[in-house]
T-cell receptor, first 112, second 116 residues
């Protein structure tokens, strides 16, 4: 069935290094994707989005890459900081709906 | 602006009891969502409202779950009777009318339900 998933459930990186979180989606009709950050005890927080007509989008310290050929999405965090420790979810939007399907999530641990 | 408010933040009940959660979305947001997030998983949509009408409730276990959004503002989600597998965080989110293909959801802090 249609689903959004992540390759790595836990990612540990040294403070100051770059982090790359990956996501695979299965619905080639999806045309909009969002990365969310969820800290313990809080709801998901929007980080960055990308439309299917784009391959790359940059924000502040974050970059999202979209490879439609292999249906792969990644989130790159530059100079990872302790405050980046959280669970990261990708979510895909299905054409004609205004809802998102969320993946399982990747826990990012930043090591001092 | 004030964010999405939810209450209570925590709830512990025994199985077969009933429970209700409340959500106050961001002022002016037309769309409201309830998600269930089981530990270690991503949020799963339970129901979506557009103003006070239901847009999607295909994943809502209607034999025990119900939700309403009176007057198109606040919303309540009820579980009756609760089962052990209902233990999860229940997230409420709201969004303004979509602008083109861009669409943002704003999440509340969630209600953590434990069913014993």
């Amino acid at each position: 069935g249609e689903s959004v998933g992540l390759h790595l459930p836990t990612l540990s990186v040294q403070e100051g290094d770059n982090s790359i979180i990956n996501c695979a989606y299965s619905n080639s009709a999806s045309d909009y994707f969002i990365w969310y950050k969820q800290e313990s005890g809080k709801g998901p927080q929007f980080i960055i989005d990308i439309r299917s007509n784009m391959d790359k989008r940059q924000g502040q310290r974050v970059t999202v890459l979209l490879n439609k050929t292999v249906k792969h999405l990644s989130l790159q965090i530059a100079a990872t900081q302790p405050g980046d420790s959280a669970v990261y979810f990708c979510a895909e939007n299905k054409i004609g709906t205004y809802k998102y399907i969320f993946g399982t999530g990747t826990r990012l641990k930043v090591l001092a | 602006e004030a964010g999405v408010a939810q209450s209570p933040r925590y709830k512990i009940i025994e199985k077969r009891q009933s429970v209700a959660f409340w959500c106050n979305p961001i002022s002016g947001h037309a769309t409201l969502y309830w998600y269930q997030q089981i530990l270690g998983q991503g949020p799963k949509l339970l129901i979506q409202f557009q103003n006070n009408g239901v847009v999607d409730d295909s994943q809502l276990p209607k034999d025990r779950f119900s939700a309403e959004r009176l007057k198109g503002v606040d919303s309540t989600l009820k579980i009756q009777p609760a089962k052990l597998e209902d233990s999860a965080v229940y997230l409420c989110a709201s969004s303004p009318n979509p602008r083109g293909a861009r669409f943002e959801q704003y999440f509340g802090p969630g209600t953590r339900l434990t069913v014993t």
